[in-house]
C-alpha cells in the first residue's frame, strides 16, 4: 500500500503570474513591440515625407538655419503618433495571433484549460500599455513638441534679425511692416549703445562706396490712420534680460496720414477688425496728414512688441492633459470649450489603441483562406472608422466640462468593445483552429 504526496493547489492568479513571466509571453510581448515600432517608424517616414514642404516652408520663412529644420521636423512627427501607434498596435498583434494561430499554439493553450485567461491576460496587458504610451504620446509629449517647434522658430527669426535685415525684403510685425532698401547717404550710422548687442543694424559697414540701407516702416495706428516712418540708418539694440530693446533711428522721417486700407499681413490679406493698440487714437478718413522729420530718436520698446511669444498654457493645442485636467481655461467659453474638447479628443485616440488588439483578435477569428486577404486592411478600416465616429460625437456634445469631455467617449468606446467581445466569442472555435493552408 503506498500513500500519495499531497498535489498542491495553485490558484489561477499565481498560475497567471507563473504563465507571464515565463519565456513564452515574454516573447510575445517582444514581437508585438518590434514590429509596432517597425510600423510606427514607417506611418511616420511617411508622414514627415509629405509634409516636408510645409515645414520647410515655414521654417524659411522663420530664417531657420538646417538644424532648425531637422529640429521642427522631428517635433512635427508627434502629431501623428497616437493614430501611428493605434495602426501598428493593431498590425503587430494582428499578426503575432494570427501566427499563433496557424503553428497551432493557441491549441496547446486552450487544451491545457486555461486558454483563455492566458490569451486574455496577454491581450489586456498590450492594450493597457498601448493606451498608456499613447496617453503619453498625444497629451504630454505632443504639447511640449508643439510648444518646441515655436520655441525654434522664435529663436531662429531673432537670431536672423540679430545678424542684419536684408535688402527688398518686407518682414512682418504684429503692427508694423518693415522694408529695407539700398540708399547712398553721406553721414555715419548711429553709434551703438556700450555693452549691448545690436538686433537690427539697417546699415552696411562698406565705408569706401559709404552706401547704407534706408528703411521703411509702416504701422497702423488707427483703424483709420497709418504712420509711415522712414530712416537712413536704424538699430535695435538688445534685448537684456527683461525683454527690453532701443529702437534708434537717424535722419528719420514720420508721416502720419488717414488710410482707409487695413494693415496687411503676411501673405497679402487684409487684416480685419480694428488694431488693437492702447495709445490708438481714431481719427477722420479726412484727415490731414501730419509730417515730423527728426535727427535722432531712440524709444524703448520689448521684444513681444516685434516678435510676440506667448506663454506655452494660454495655447490650447501646447496644454498638456494634466493642465487640462486640473487648470481649467475660463478666459472665454471658446477657450474652454476649446481645451474640452481636444481634452476628449486625446482621451479618444488613448482609448483606440487601447482597442487595438482587441479588433485584432476579432479580425483573427475572421481570417480563412477566403477572407485572408482583406481582412487585416478591414480591421485598419474599421479602427479607423471608430476615431472618426468618435470625433463626430464629441463635435456634436462639445463639452464643457471634465465629465462632459470623458463619460461620452468612454460609453462609445465600451459598447464598441463590448459588441467585439461578443464576435469573438461567437466565433471562438474559428480563432482558436487554423484555417489556413500550409505551405
Not at 88 to 102: F, Q
Not at 247 to 255: A, P, V
Not at 373 to 398: D, H, K, R, Y
Request: charged residues 15%; glycine residues 6%; aromatic residues 8%.
Amino acid at each position: 500500500m503506498t500513500a500519495s504526496l499531497p498535489v498542491p493547489r495553485t490558484t489561477l492568479s499565481v498560475t497567471l503570474a507563473n504563465f507571464l513571466r515565463g519565456d513564452y509571453a515574454r516573447g510575445f510581448f517582444v514581437r508585438i513591440a518590434s514590429q509596432a515600432l517597425a510600423v510606427i517608424i514607417l506611418i511616420e517616414a511617411i508622414f514627415l515625407a509629405e509634409h516636408f514642404t510645409w515645414v520647410f516652408r515655414d521654417a524659411v520663412r522663420h530664417e531657420a538655419d538646417l538644424s532648425g529644420i531637422a529640429l521642427v521636423l522631428a517635433c512635427t512627427s508627434t502629431e501623428i503618433f497616437d493614430l501611428a501607434l493605434a495602426i501598428a498596435v493593431l498590425m503587430a498583434a494582428y499578426l503575432a495571433l494570427l501566427r499563433m494561430r496557424e503553428n497551432q499554439e493557441l491549441l496547446v493553450l486552450f487544451a491545457s484549460g486555461l486558454g483563455p485567461y492566458q490569451l486574455g491576460a496577454l491581450v489586456v496587458i498590450v492594450a493597457l500599455a498601448a493606451q498608456m504610451v499613447g496617453t503619453i504620446g498625444s497629451g504630454v509629449v505632443d504639447p511640449l513638441s508643439r510648444y518646441a517647434q515655436r520655441s525654434i522658430l522664435f529663436s531662429s527669426e531673432l537670431r536672423s534679425l540679430k545678424k542684419g535685415v536684408a535688402k527688398n525684403e518686407f518682414y512682418y510685425f504684429p503692427s508694423y511692416v518693415a522694408y529695407a532698401m539700398d540708399h547712398v547717404a553721406g553721414g555715419a550710422p548711429p553709434p551703438r549703445a556700450p555693452g549691448v548687442v545690436p538686433v537690427i543694424d539697417a546699415s552696411r559697414d562698406v565705408p569706401a562706396a559709404n552706401h547704407d540701407r534706408t528703411l521703411f516702416v509702416y504701422q497702423q495706428t488707427g483703424p483709420h490712420t497709418s504712420r509711415v516712418v522712414t530712416s537712413a540708418q536704424a538699430r535695435l539694440d538688445g534685448p537684456d534680460r527683461s525683454g527690453k530693446i532701443v529702437l534708434n533711428l537717424n535722419d528719420f522721417t514720420s508721416h502720419t496720414f488717414a488710410d482707409a486700407h487695413p494693415l496687411v499681413g503676411e501673405n497679402g490679406a487684409a487684416r480685419a477688425g480694428p488694431v488693437k493698440c492702447a495709445t490708438c487714437v481714431d481719427t477722420p478718413k479726412d484727415g490731414p496728414p501730419i509730417i515730423m522729420k527728426v535727427r535722432d530718436m531712440s524709444q524703448l520698446m520689448m521684444v513681444d512688441q516685434l516678435l510676440p511669444f506667448t506663454a506655452r498654457s494660454s495655447n490650447t493645442d501646447e496644454q498638456t492633459v494634466f493642465e487640462q485636467l486640473f487648470v481649467p481655461d475660463y478666459q472665454t467659453g471658446a477657450s474652454r470649450a476649446a481645451q474640452m474638447q481636444l481634452l476628449a479628443e486625446r482621451f479618444s485616440r488613448s482609448l483606440l489603441s487601447f482597442l487595438a488588439p482587441l479588433v485584432a483578435l476579432l479580425g483573427v477569428a475572421l481570417t480563412n483562406r477566403l477572407t485572408n486577404w482583406f481582412a487585416l486592411p478591414l480591421c485598419c478600416l474599421a479602427l479607423m472608422s471608430v476615431n472618426l465616429l468618435c470625433e463626430w460625437v464629441i463635435t456634436q456634445v462639445g463639452p464643457l466640462s471634465v465629465a462632459g469631455a470623458l463619460l461620452p467617449v468612454l460609453l462609445l468606446y465600451g459598447g464598441i468593445a463590448y459588441a467585439a467581445f461578443t464576435l469573438i466569442v461567437w466565433r471562438h472555435t474559428d480563432f482558436v483552429r487554423p484555417q489556413l493552408a500550409r505551405s
